[in-house]
């Protein structure tokens, strides 16, 4: 039997009380509803999983659909770090 996990519909990434990101799951088996869960990250883990989908989509064009990534103001200049092509 196949297992799917998807996002709840509805249901936006928050922020909890203790400042972790919360992303809610919906688990479904053959079609039928499983159970609800929450994936709970911390910043940097957050961080560690925009970095790995932003490497997973290199090549790949934005959809029209698709949303707008966080404005270049959000980093320190301490963390910052380019890389590219010379």
């Known amino acids: ?3 799917k ?3 709840v519909p509805g249901r936006p990434l928050r922020r909890s009380d203790d400042d972790r990101l919360v992303l809610h799951l919906r688990l479904t088996r053959a079609g039928d509803q499983a159970a609800d869960a929450e994936l709970t990250l911390t910043p940097a883990e957050a961080e560690h ?8 989509l290199d090549g790949h064009p934005a959809p029209p659909s698709g949303p707008e990534c966080r404005p270049s103001g959000h980093v320190t200049s301490g963390t910052a770090r380019v890389v590219g092509r010379a």
């Not at 999983?49 to 997973?56: G, P």
Request: with cysteine; proline share 0%; charged share 20%.
């Open 1 to 3: 039997m196949t297992w």
């Open 5 to 7: 996990v998807e996002r």
């Open 49 to 56: 999983l925009h970095a790995a989908l932003c490497r997973a």
